[in-house]
């Protein structure tokens, strides 16, 4: 049996290889999903450093066993400040690319 | 209760969406309302220094929560400090900024006033992940106003400043999910008593996350070797903009002299004295490589941006001395030169406007200047400023600094940098004003404009310099009693937590 532990730390890994590997692309639109996949990442390692726990709500007293509300609350904050600036990002890579003519990231083709 | 403390955040905030909801029109409405927000903030940091030059420290608890679990607003000399300098930079960039510049795009004065929102929140939080939320509150802020005024040269740079502090916010907040899973608290008072009594298991923890910290800070503020995205980035916005983004830098700077002195300092078991012995050395080669950057450069705008650099090195410096007088010599600095790194990025502006779209700021042969004893006069008085000469308030701080490191192991080598640096630092000022004041034609650019009102943000600024040094006394006592309060970090600690 694969622990819950196991898997997230893989997934939060496998996440972040995958965004810097594209980060490190030429491109904006591959930076942009780089970006957005580091941002995944980052949202569940905050919402695992309260430690993991199975059926447990976020709510003190209500049962025996609870788990922190705080990184709820944080990963909240982390995923609607995420979402507006990749959203900014990208209108950004598209008037880049209306203003400058191309998608490379320096604003001009390597040659 | 001190609600006076959140005014310096909520002031700009509210007047900044009173100007969203005015739309398009009505530019002078907004104007006025900006300039009434930024006095009004100024207004509160004076009460705030007047308040904290007593040495007691005030805390603001959101929801009146308990400590250590609430956010909490801490006012302490430091912060009251670089709240009025934010205001009083603030202040004058708007008022060159109304002069035109806010013609060019929409919801100028929003943004503007927003990012004065998220500066003076950053120095007030006593929260790390306040400090996450305020930063990327100025960060967004910032993504827009650098590519303010559109144009190929903003557009690149902005992208690149976008994705760079994208991937400094995600670093942040890893480094955040660490420290709160190994300590259980992000109250950065908290934060000081619980790091020190972090077990064996998770020292590599605490360390590693404590060095991701430094290395956001480090990256705002343009430290060696995460500088590199700020001199192309500033040389391309618009002038007031830029003279804003002076403070920014400095955002980063209080950021990591807030965390080395309050939790990554001394006695901190496994955190301890994390990052000092880095400082010293990385400020060091900013300074070298900044004013290398400054000779290098083939346009003022440019090569103001290094010398911004090389100002951040300075200071950097000071602090990575880490004793009470290089951190007060640090801070006085900052004043000096926050104001005159904003004086000379207008300066820029001006000369660059008389001399015509076609070479602009370029350090090349071209038409005459329109008004050359006027700007050669601002131009030579913030370059006095900019190089620390004697009797600018700037040779004070580089003095103070320089006497701090010495009778240290870094004596000779800090000596030596400051010293060979500012000499090179007059090499790059004295071939850029003779090339853009001398190396001329005898016609005038006619598409070049008057500097008209534009002159008085920048007298304004340089009038402030003037004051630093006049008020030199009182102002390195503040400084020092700050650095002192800084170190002995109880006050700090038992104000928020409460006395032992």
């Known amino acids: ?47 695992s450093m309260g430690r993991l726990k199975v059926g447990a709500p976020p709510i003190v007293g209500a049962q025996l066993e609870y788990t922190d509300p705080l990184p709820q609350g944080l990963v909240l904050t982390a995923i609607v400040i995420g979402f507006a600036m ?23 083709e390597s040659t | 209760m001190n609600h006076f403390m959140v005014l310096p955040v909520i002031i700009p905030m509210l007047s900044a969406l009173v100007c969203l909801l005015l739309g398009d029109g009505l530019r002078n409405t907004k104007r006025v309302i900006g300039a009434a927000a930024i006095l009004g903030t100024l207004a509160v940091s004076f009460y705030m220094l007047s308040l904290t030059s007593s040495g007691q420290v005030i805390t603001y608890g959101f929801g009146d929560w308990p400590m250590p679990f609430g956010i909490v607003f801490v006012l302490d000399r430091l912060a009251a400090l670089m709240v009025a300098l934010t205001s ?6 708007y008022l060159y900024a109304i002069t035109g510049p806010d013609t060019r795009g929409p919801a100028f004065h929003f943004l503007f006033l927003m990012q004065i929102t998220g500066v ?42 976008v994705f760079l502090n994208l991937v400094g916010s995600a670093l942040f907040l890893i480094a955040i999910g660490v420290i709160y899973a190994v300590t259980g608290t992000l109250n950065m008072a908290d934060l000081a008593v619980k ?38 980035s500033y040389g391309a916005v618009t002038a007031p903009v830029a003279a804003l983004f002076a403070i920014m830098t400095k955002v980063g700077v209080y950021a990591i002299l807030r965390s080395t002195t309050l939790f990554f300092g001394p006695e901190q078991g496994f955190v301890e004295n994390l990052v000092v012995p880095y400082l010293l050395p990385a400020a060091l080669i900013t300074l070298v490589v900044a004013v290398l950057g400054a000779l290098a450069s083939t346009k003022l705008r440019t090569m103001s941006a290094y010398l911004l650099l090389a100002s951040i090195g300075t200071m950097v410096a000071g602090i990575g001395l880490f004793n009470a007088p290089g951190i007060s010599g640090a801070l006085y600095y900052m004043l ?5 790194m904003g004086a000379l990025f207008l300066v820029a502006d001006l000369i660059l406007s008389q001399r015509g779209p076609d070479i602009r700021d370029s350090f090349e042969y071209g038409p005459k200047i329109r008004q050359p004893l006027l700007l050669g006069l601002l131009f030579m008085f913030t370059f006095i400023g900019v190089l620390g000469l004697p009797p600018l308030s700037g040779f004070l701080g580089k003095a103070q600094i320089l006497a701090a490191g010495s009778s240290t192991p870094w004596q000779v080598s800090l000596w030596a940098v400051i010293l060979v640096t500012s000499l090179l630092t007059m090499v790059a000022v004295a071939r850029a004003g003779t090339t853009l004041f001398w190396n001329t034609s005898d016609t005038l650019e006619t598409r070049s404009s008057v500097a008209g009102w534009k002159t008085y943000p920048i007298v304004g600024l340089l009038a402030c310099v003037v004051l630093l040094t006049v008020f030199a006394g009182p102002l390195m006592a503040f400084t020092q009693a700050t650095a002192d309060q800084l170190l002995e970090r109880t006050s700090y600690i038992s104000a928020v937590l409460g006395a032992p």
């Open chain 1, 1 to 47: 049996m694969i622990s819950y532990e196991f898997l997230m730390a893989s997934a939060i890994g496998v996440l972040v290889a995958s965004g810097v590997y594209l980060l490190l692309r030429s491109r904006t639109f591959p930076v942009v999903l780089g970006l957005t996949l580091i941002s995944y990442a980052v949202n569940l390692f905050l919402f």
């Open chain 1, 86 to 108: 990749t959203a900014f990002a990208i209108t950004l890579a598209v008037k880049a690319h209306v203003v400058l003519g191309n998608d490379h990231v320096d604003g001009k």
């Open chain 2, 88 to 93: 009083v930079l603030g202040l004058f960039a």
């Open chain 2, 120 to 161: 003076n929140g950053a120095f007030l939080t006593g929260d790390l992940f306040n400090l996450f939320v305020f930063f990327e509150i100025l960060l967004l802020t910032a993504y827009v106003l650098v590519v303010y005024g559109s144009g190929p040269a903003r557009t690149r740079t902005g992208m690149q400043y």
């Open chain 2, 195 to 232: 790091l020190a009594q972090v077990g064996g298991n998770d020292a590599m923890l605490v360390r590693a996350s404590g060095y991701l910290l430094i290395v956001v800070f480090g990256a705002k503020a343009g430290l060696f070797p995460l500088f590199f995205w700020l001199p192309h």
């Open chain 2, 336 to 340: 000096h030169s926050t104001l005159i």
